[in-house]
């Protein structure tokens, strides 16, 4: 069995500050690791996706994100984050052949300041 | 269309009642995923159509839930004796193939009162 466990069902980072979203995976096997943002009124979409290729995994709208099997992380990073960052984040695993078949994490609200 | 298109947007039923949630996906992809996201959570695997058929319905809860792609683009989801723990948000997405880029809908909010 496979899952994703986000740290932090909330975050707050001023403009102009770093993100930094946390998840961690659990996979019996070599997994594919994705990150989806979720806006208001909207659907998910997918930041990024990770598949074996690179460990350094960069996404739309400047985010990012690095595999370390040693840790078993994925966390999500932006530099400095905009106030259009604001929305619900989503850590999601699947496996190779698994195709969408995706198990996701709890969510982290992000939340930014001026 | 543009984009996976989910209709009703909002939909309130009572206890037991019968109700079908469609989606339409996006022209041409051949992968139509539902997924089930209850409040304060992730969403959560329910079924998996390739084409017509299903190819992966080991999330459905119940044998309460039924969905169906007769023609290979909308599919619809159908939920009979409906019971309060069945309210959520039901998400559709699709995919050009079943390992290529998925495109979810705005969603169903199911209320069961």
């Known amino acids: 069995a496979q899952s994703v466990t986000q740290l932090g069902s909330h975050v707050s980072v001023s403009e102009g500050a770093l993100v930094l979203l946390r998840c961690n995976y659990s996979s019996s096997v070599p997994p594919y690791l994705f990150w989806y943002v979720q806006y208001p009124n909207q659907g998910l979409q997918l930041l990024l996706k990770y598949t074996s290729a690179a460990t350094l995994v960069k996404g739309i709208n400047g985010f990012e994100a690095e595999f370390k099997k040693s840790e078993t992380s994925f966390h999500l990073t932006k530099p400095s984050a905009h106030m259009s960052d604001a929305a619900e984040y989503f850590c999601?695993?699947?496996?190779?052949?698994?195709?969408?078949?995706?198990?996701f994490g709890t969510g982290t609200q992000l939340k930014v300041e001026l | 269309g543009a984009g996976v298109s989910q209709t009703p947007s909002n939909k309130v039923t009572e206890k037991g009642k019968y109700v079908e949630l469609r989606c339409d996906p996006i022209?041409?992809?051949?992968?139509l995923y539902w997924y089930r996201q209850s409040l304060g959570q992730g969403p959560e695997f329910l079924i998996y159509f390739q084409g017509t058929g299903a190819a992966d319905d080991s999330g459905l809860p119940n044998d309460r839930f039924f969905a169906v792609r007769p023609e290979g683009s909308v599919s619809t989801l159908k939920i009979q004796r409906t019971e309060r723990g069945d309210s959520a948000v039901y998400l559709c997405?699709?995919?050009?193939?079943?390992?290529?880029?998925?495109?979810f809908g705005s969603g169903t909010q199911l209320s069961v009162l």
């Open positions: 022209s041409g992809h051949t992968a």
């Open positions: 999601a695993v699947t496996s190779t052949g698994g195709g969408n078949k995706l198990t």
């Open positions: 997405a699709s995919s050009l193939t079943g390992n290529e880029k998925l495109f």
